[in-house]
């Protein structure tokens, strides 16, 4: 069985110049974990839920544990008040961030004719969950490891 046999043609995509909550947006609505990049025709790279998640990182909140005294109940507020503008800002920063700078690259992709033991095994070694899928260098697909999983079942129904 060929990847083009598998693979969702047309993927949705985003623009490198893009900003991340564009591309979060487009996960939430597809209700997918990645996105190829493109930068013109060409595929740049991939953004996925786990490269946005990974920007989450606003230090260190409050992670000590206290009985506070009569006169630390006023300071508990005002550093917990402290910590959400600091995650206010750094939520805010990452969505006006390009995508460019958030996706992994350079891609892995595959070919259309290529068999999709060939995708499961790139997939394995390189620790990804979905190809971007190419015909003579340009995007034509994306497939993914529940997308080899529902082909590998389909070929079993076909020969029982």
């Given at each position: 069985m060929?990847?083009?046999?598998?693979m969702?043609p047309?993927?949705v995509t985003?623009r490198?110049?893009?900003?991340v909550?564009e591309?979060?947006?487009l996960?939430?609505?597809h209700?997918?974990g990645?996105l190829?990049?493109?930068?013109?025709?060409?595929?740049?790279?991939?953004?996925?839920e786990t490269?946005i998640?990974?920007?989450l990182?606003?230090?260190?909140l409050?992670?000590?544990?206290?009985l506070p005294?009569?006169?630390?109940?006023?300071?508990?507020?005002v550093?917990e008040?402290?910590?959400w503008?600091?995650?206010?800002r750094?939520?805010?920063?990452?969505?006006s961030?390009?995508?460019?700078?958030v996706m992994?690259?350079p891609?892995?992709s595959?070919d259309e004719?290529?068999?999709i033991?060939?995708a499961a095994?790139?997939?394995?070694?390189e620790?990804i969950a979905?190809?971007?899928?190419l015909?003579?260098?340009?995007?034509?697909g994306?497939v993914?490891r529940?997308?080899?999983?529902r082909g590998?079942?389909?070929?079993?129904?076909?020969?029982?």
């Amino acid at each position: 069985m060929k990847v083009r046999d598998v693979m969702t043609p047309n993927p949705v995509t985003v623009r490198v110049d893009s900003p991340v909550s564009e591309a979060a947006g487009l996960l939430r609505k597809h209700h997918i974990g990645g996105l190829p990049v493109m930068d013109g025709e060409r595929v740049a790279g991939i953004v996925t839920e786990t490269d946005i998640i990974s920007l989450l990182d606003v230090g260190d909140l409050s992670e000590d544990l206290w009985l506070p005294s009569p006169l630390e109940v006023i300071e508990v507020p005002v550093r917990e008040f402290i910590n959400w503008e600091k995650t206010k800002r750094a939520l805010t920063d990452i969505g006006s961030m390009e995508v460019r700078r958030v996706m992994s690259s350079p891609v892995v992709s595959i070919d259309e004719d290529s068999d999709i033991a060939d995708a499961a095994s790139l997939m394995l070694r390189e620790g990804i969950a979905r190809l971007p899928v190419l015909r003579d260098g340009r995007l034509v697909g994306i497939v993914t490891r529940a997308d080899i999983v529902r082909g590998l079942g389909e070929s079993t129904e076909e020969e029982s």
